[in-house]
C-alpha cells in the first residue's frame, strides 16, 4: 500500500513536470510540442535521476557514519564541487561541459583529500575522521571560492552565486544520457551494500562478527555515495535536504532495512525534485528560482520537525 | 586432522600498535565440541585480545590461531561467520530495530548478495529464538527490552549463525541474579543439547567454576593456569592473580572463591 502511494506519487510529480511550465502547452499538443521534447521532458527526468542519487547517497552515508543526520554534502563534496565551478566561471572557460566537468572535477578533488585524511594509520577508513575532515575541506573549499567571487566582476559574481544555490536549466538529452550511463555503476554498489549496512548499525566490530567484511564495505559506500553525489552537483550544482529529509521520511515510514529503504529514498528523492523543481520553474515565472531555494524552503521547516521529533524521543 | 577440534590457538602473542608490552605473551586455547570453556582473569588481562586473535581480527604476532583447522585469518568474514557465532560486550544502535529483525541479521552470512531471506532462514531465526526462550519477544523494539532478554536475544542472533562454535564476551554484566543464572543455564543447556562449543569470557569466578567444563585464567597476558576448575583455581593461584586475599570452599564439587574483608577475616 505504501509503495502503490509512493509509485503515485512518483507519476504524480513526472506528469505535474511535463503539464506545467511557464509556457502554455495545450494537452492535446504534449507529445508534438517542442517545448516538452526538448526542455521539459529531459529536464523532468533529470530532475528525478538527481533527486534519487541525492537520496541514495544521503541514506547510505547516514548508514556508513552511523549518523542519521547526515547528508551527501556532510563529506566536503559541495565546497569541492562550487570551488570548481567558481573556478571555471571566474577564469570564463567556455563550452557547454566547462562547468559540469569542473563541479565535478573539483567534488572528486575534495573526495580524494577527504578520503586521504579518513585513512586512520594510512589503512583504516574512520567514519568519525571522514566527517571532520569533510567538513574542514568543504570550509576551505568555501573560503576559495568566496575569495575568487569577490575578485571577480557583478555578472561573473551572479552566476557563481546562483549555480551554488542549485538549477536544472542547463538539462537536455546530452546531460540526462551522461547521467543514465554514469549513475547505474554506484548505485548497483549502493544496492548491493544494503544488507551489510543494517549490519554495520550494530558497530563494526560486531558487523564484522556477523560476516561482513568492514574495510571493504567502508570504502566501496564510501566512494560509490560520493561519486554519485560529485555527478548529480556536477549537472545540477548543490542542491540542499532532498539528501538528508527523503531518508528521514523513508526511515520513518518504511523503517531501517536499507533493502526497501535504498528503493524508497530514489523514488522519493525522485518525487521531491520533480516537485522542486516544477515550483521553481513556475513560481515566478518567466523567471526561475535556484531549485535549491525550493528544497531549502520546504526541508528546513520539515528538517526541524523531525530534530524536534528525534530529540524527544 | 581432528574434526572435533573447532578453535585451536597456540601460543598466541600480540601486541597493540604503539603499547609498550605484549597484550598476550604465548597463550594457548582449545575448544572442542560440546566443550564450554570459560575464560577468567582481572580487567586488562588480554581476555579480549585472546578472542579477537582467536577470531582474526587481530593478527598475531607469533603463535597460530586455527578454526575449524585454518588460520582464523585466511577464512573469509561470511565463512567465518557460518562457523562461530559472537555476542560481542557491546553494541550500537543507531536505528531502533524489533527483535524479529535483530535476529535476521544473524542470517547474513548464508545470504546472497541481491537474494531475499528464504523460508529457512526464518525457520534458523525461530529455532534460535525458541532455544533463547525469546519466542515471545519477536515483535518487541530492542530498545525496550530488559537487559536479562536483550542478551537472550542477542545470544539467539549468534544461533541464527547456525554457528558450530559460540563466543560470548562477558555476557552477564549489569545482569542481576536470576537472568545471570539464566544465561548461564542457557548457555549450559546449548551445549549439553546440542553438542555447540562455548567460549565465555566472564568475571563470575564461580559460576564459571559451577558451569564450565575447563577454565583458562589469564594474568597479564600469560596463562596462569588452564584445565577443569577444581585444579586451576586454587587458592594460592586467584590470591596471586586477582591480588586480593581469599578463602576456596567447595559446593557439590566446584570450587567457590569467597573474597576476603582486609582485617575481620584474616
Known sequence: ?313 | MDQELILAAQGVRYRYPGATGDALGGVSLTVRRGDLVAVLGPNGSGKTTLLRVALGALVPAAGSALVAGRPAAAWTRRELARLVGVVPQREETVFPQRVREAVLLGRYPHLSMFGAERPADHEAVNRALAQCDAGHLTGRWMATLSGGEYQRVRVARALAQEPRLLVLDEPTMSLDVRHEMELFELVRGLVDRSALAVVLVTHHVNLAARFADGVLLLDGGRAAGEGVPAEVLTRETVERVFAWPVAIATYQGAPQMIPLRRRSDA
Open chain 1, 1 to 313: 500500500m505504501k509503495w502503490v502511494g509512493l509509485a503515485a506519487l512518483a507519476v504524480f510529480a513526472f506528469a505535474l513536470a511535463v503539464l506545467l511550465g511557464p509556457a502554455h502547452v495545450p494537452v492535446a499538443e504534449l507529445l508534438r510540442s517542442p517545448i516538452v521534447r526538448e526542455l521539459r521532458l529531459p529536464r523532468a527526468v533529470l530532475a528525478f535521476l538527481v533527486g534519487g542519487s541525492l537520496g541514495v547517497a544521503g541514506a547510505s552515508l547516514q548508514a556508513l557514519v552511523r549518523n542519521p543526520l547526515a547528508d551527501p554534502y556532510l563529506l566536503g563534496l559541495s565546497g569541492g564541487a562550487s570551488l570548481g565551478a567558481v573556478a571555471a566561471i571566474a577564469l570564463h572557460v567556455g563550452g557547454p561541459w566547462a562547468l559540469p566537468l569542473a563541479a565535478f572535477v573539483g567534488a572528486l578533488a575534495a573526495m580524494g583529500l577527504v578520503y586521504r585524511l579518513g585513512l586512520v594509520g594510512g589503512v583504516e577508513l574512520d567514519p568519525r575522521v571522514l566527517v571532520l575532515a569533510g567538513v574542514v575541506v568543504g570550509a576551505f573549499a568555501a573560503a576559495v571560492s568566496t575569495a575568487i567571487v569577490s575578485l571577480s566582476e557583478a555578472t561573473a559574481l551572479r552566476n557563481a552565486f546562483l549555480w551554488l544555490w542549485g538549477g536544472l536549466s542547463g538539462a537536455n538529452w546530452d546531460t540526462v544520457l551522461a547521467l543514465c550511463l554514469y549513475a547505474p555503476l554506484p548505485l548497483a554498489v549502493l544496492f548491493a551494500a544494503a544488507r551489510p549496512l543494517d549490519l554495520l548499525a550494530l558497530g563494526e566490530e560486531p558487523a564484522g562478527y556477523l560476516g561482513v567484511d568492514v574495510a571493504v564495505l567502508k570504502r566501496c559506500v564510501y566512494v560509490a555515495a560520493s561519486l554519485l553525489t560529485a555527478a548529480a552537483v556536477a549537472v545540477s550544482g548543490v542542491i540542499g535536504f532532498v539528501g538528508l529529509i527523503v531518508p528521514h521520511i523513508g526511515r520513518l515510514l518504511w523503517g531501517h532495512r536499507h533493502r526497501a529503504l535504498l528503493p524508497v529514498v530514489f523514488l522519493g528523492g525522485g518525487t521531491l525534485l520533480s516537485l522542486a523543481d516544477t515550483v521553481a520553474r513556475v513560481a515566478v515565472a518567466p523567471r526561475e528560482l535556484p531549485v535549491g531555494i525550493v528544497t531549502a524552503l520546504v526541508g528546513v521547516p520539515v528538517f526541524a520537525l523531525l530534530l524536534r521529533r528525534w530529540t524527544r524521543n
